[in-house]
């Protein structure tokens, strides 16, 4: 790279044998050589003196003195020529990454790019013309590159090498671990840090006949919020709950539509449902355009939450505001021809997908999937776990909890559930709702 003009003061200081700021042996070089350059007029080989005599001792020529003198800064610059080609040949020494190509993946451990689909193990240039000895031993050099890595190196194809073959993948045989991947809620290290669902929210919010909890169902924790109380302190008695889209969670009693405010921790009751015989209602789920489906029985109604979405918007939380609002159901649909009953919740996926747990069954609850339009079911099979009172999903999963305190996951394709995790009778959950964030 071309040096930049040097200051009239640097220059000076370098006259006078000083080092300027800015001095450097590779900055210097150029100015070095013009002391060193070897004589090319012929008056440069002029004797200064009288030339000394040959000695009588000998008869060996001896060489003339301006000759050595002369040769002496020739040498001089030759080694700083070599000097100079050792330590100023880069600016940097520090390693870099390399960067491979598309049918290459990088081996961390010794910074270099291999094959990603393994070698020939044939000889790559086909030489046949070089002989070599049949009795030499061929032993190979360990500090050699590397193996070329075969297929089996990157088992699941996220293109991260495993640490067996010098990468960094700490889990080959899943495609979401790798260095540099999403952090996702799935109770792993997907980031092969160490850290386990770091920077995500992982949990969703269930509550018992008194008071309001996020469960996450990686760690099998449930953290208390909140009691479930209004502006007087007196309890709600909440039969399920569930997140509208805009983030606000509401609750459903007997009769009334609540909605949590969550920055004083009451519950404000915003409209009262009881416009039409709905029956007995245990189960609330709130789609992804913000329509309201209450289960009652062996029917489900549809609520339309609009107005109440333009009060909150207009007036917060405040109570008074909602003092009038009557909301009276869109509709009433039969859940699979009187077959089904709900046992205690309903939820819509991020498929918009509606499902319902059933107590037909005496012995155990079943996952029913069920049309909102026209009111068809589809029996997923049976869970084998009873009174499932709150359904969550989340995360790609289907998440179950019970009067009795366990925590499961259910197979949404056959409706099978498997406990991940038992709170004891002392978390007797009556409903679940998703977080925004899931």
Known sequence: ?????????????????????????????????????????????????????????????????????????????????????????????????????????????????????????????????????????????????????????????????????????????????????????????????????EGVSCSFFAHTSDGLYSINPFEGTADRESDLVDWDGNLVRLLDIDTHPNGVLFGVTRNDLYAFYDAENVWIRVAWMGGADIGEPNGLAIDGFGTAYVTAENSFLKFDLAEVEALLNEYGFDEMAFDDLVLSPEEIIVTGDDTYISSGDCVVNKQNTFYMTSKHDREQDHLVEIDRSTGDAINRGPTGFDRIYGLTAGWSKLFGITSSGELLEINAADGSAELIHDFGDSKRWYGSASTPQR
Request: proline share 11%.
């Open 1 to 197: 790279m071309r040096q930049p003009r040097r200051s009239h003061s640097a220059r000076a200081a370098d006259d006078q044998g000083q080092a300027s700021p800015r001095s450097h042996l590779c900055d210097i070089a150029p100015k070095s050589r013009q002391h060193f350059l070897f004589p090319t007029s012929p008056a440069s080989f002029r004797a200064v003196g009288p030339r000394p005599k040959p000695s009588v001792a000998t008869n060996i020529p001896q060489r003339p003195p301006m000759m050595r003198s002369s040769l002496a800064p020739l040498l001089a610059l030759l080694l700083l020529t070599s000097a100079l080609l050792v330590g100023c040949g880069s600016d940097s020494t520090a390693s870099t990454t390399p960067t491979c190509s598309a049918d290459e993946l990088l081996d961390q451990q010794a910074n270099a790019c291999v094959p990603r689909n393994g070698g020939d193990e044939s000889d790559a240039g086909d030489d046949n013309d070089t002989d070599i000895a049949p009795d030499v031993d061929l032993e190979p050099d360990a500090d050699d590159e590397p193996d070329t890595p075969g297929p089996e190196c990157d088992a699941d194809n996220d293109g991260v090498l495993s640490y067996a073959c010098g990468g960094a993948d700490c889990n080959d045989n899943d495609p979401f671990t790798y260095p540099g991947a999403i952090e996702i809620c799935d109770g792993k290290d997907n980031t092969c840090n160490g850290l386990i669902d």
